[in-house]
Nanobody
Framework: QVQLVESGGGLVQAGGSLRLSCAASGRTFSRSTMGWFRQAPGKEREFVAA???????NYADSVKGRFTISRDNAKNTVFLQMNSLRPDDTAVYYC??????????????????WGQGTQVTVSS
């Protein structure tokens, strides 16, 4: 059974930082693109960042220069370092993985596996 388990969410003041982790089990994602998405109350789930198997990265315009995605293939883990957090970053953050693909699409539909989500709340 494939599982993606996020951790590292919490409450932080505006301008602060958080580091999210996503540990995968049940299959290796070392040759697949992994991504982070987020969903705020009343809004659709949106793309945040993605990282390819060979460490290329892609970011939503809203987080460029503030967030950094990384991965440790040996540990089957992906990270999201979030700096200069703003209240509009408040959302549930989801880790996602593709099943043996390396699609660079930002659509949720190219991702086959999802974590349960971790809440990030940024206070003003």
């Amino acid at each position: 059974q494939v599982q993606l388990v996020e951790s590292g969410g919490g409450l932080v003041q505006a301008g602060g930082s958080l580091r999210l982790s996503c540990a995968a089990s049940g299959r290796t994602f070392s040759r697949s693109t992994m991504g982070w998405f987020r969903q705020a109350p009343g809004k659709e789930r949106e793309f945040v960042a993605a990282i390819s198997w060979n460490y290329n990265s892609n970011y939503a315009d809203s987080v460029k220069g503030r967030f950094t995605i990384s991965r440790d293939n040996a540990k089957n883990t992906v990270f999201l370092q979030m700096n200069s957090l703003r209240p509009d970053d408040t959302a549930v953050y989801y880790c996602a993985g593709q099943a043996g693909r390396s699609s660079w699409s930002t659509s949720i539909y190219v991702y086959d596996y999802w974590g349960q989500g971790t809440q990030v709340t940024v206070s003003s």
